[in-house]
Nanobody, 126 residues
Framework: QVQLVESGGGLVQPGGSLRLSCAASGVTLDYYAIGWFRQVPGKEREGVSCVSFKDGRTYVTDSVKGRFTISRDNAKNTVYLQMNGLKPKDTATYYC???????????????????WGKGTLVTVSS
């Protein structure tokens, strides 16, 4: 059974940085796609970034392009989301998700993925 655990959220001032981690267990991520999503209560979930373990392809949405970077550590079965230049509008609960089809990156950011973590809260405020 695939389990995803996010960590690294917290309170940060505008302009600051955070690195989120998504640790996977119960599966080896070869050929998987991993995505980061975010959601604010009352609003639709938004896909942020994804990486394909199949071919290393990465994708970031326009809303975070130039500020967020996704990376992977195959040995640790972990995906990271480095977030720089954080803005109050980035405040949300961030979720990682996995799909066994590596080609799901990037379309999975818009359609959703099969397995989900419980999320980690990021608050950007002074």
């Amino acid at each position: 059974q695939v389990q995803l655990v996010e960590s690294g959220g917290g309170l940060v001032q505008p302009g600051g940085s955070l690195r989120l981690s998504c640790a996977a267990s119960g599966v080896t991520l070869d050929y998987y796609a991993i995505g980061w999503f975010r959601q604010v209560p009352g609003k639709e979930r938004e896909g942020v970034s994804c990486v394909s373990f199949k071919d290393g392809r990465t994708y970031v949405t326009d809303s975070v392009k130039g500020r967020f970077t996704i990376s992977r550590d195959n040995a640790k079965n972990t995906v990271y989301l480095q977030m720089n230049g954080l803005k109050p509008k980035d405040t949300a609960t961030y979720y990682c998700a996995a799909d066994p089809d590596g080609n799901t990156c990037p379309r999975g950011l818009y359609r959703g993925m099969d397995y989900w973590g419980k999320g980690t809260l990021v608050t950007v405020s002074s």
